[in-house]
């Protein structure tokens, strides 16, 4: 199932409970890290380039649901034209 990607005018709600804002996202990246090391050995990234990303699925933190996330307009956004 294709997960719904939110742009700069949609959001994600759950069409069973209703939530907009918990939901357990699960993702693959392919990135590039810069990591500094200090003198003590720990690693800190400090820079990092997502190369490619994919959202395998999106789970409602409220009821679970998995298969029932769409996207909605975001409050104050312009409609999109169908």
């Excluded at 069409?15 to 804002?21: D, M, S, V």
């Excluded at 392919?30 to 190369?51: F, I, N, P, Q, S």
Aim: charged share 30%; net charge negative; aromatic share 4%.
């Amino acid at each position: 199932m294709a997960v719904p990607v939110p742009t700069a005018d949609t959001r994600w709600r759950c069409a069973l409970c209703g939530n907009l804002t918990r939901f357990d996202v699960t993702r693959s990246s392919r990135t590039v890290e810069y990591v500094h090391l200090d003198l003590a050995g720990e690693a800190k990234v400090e820079e990092r380039e997502v190369l490619s990303e994919t959202i395998e699925s999106v789970r409602c933190r409220w009821c679970n649901a998995v298969d029932q996330i769409e996207l909605v307009d975001r409050p104050g956004a312009e409609p999109e034209a169908k």
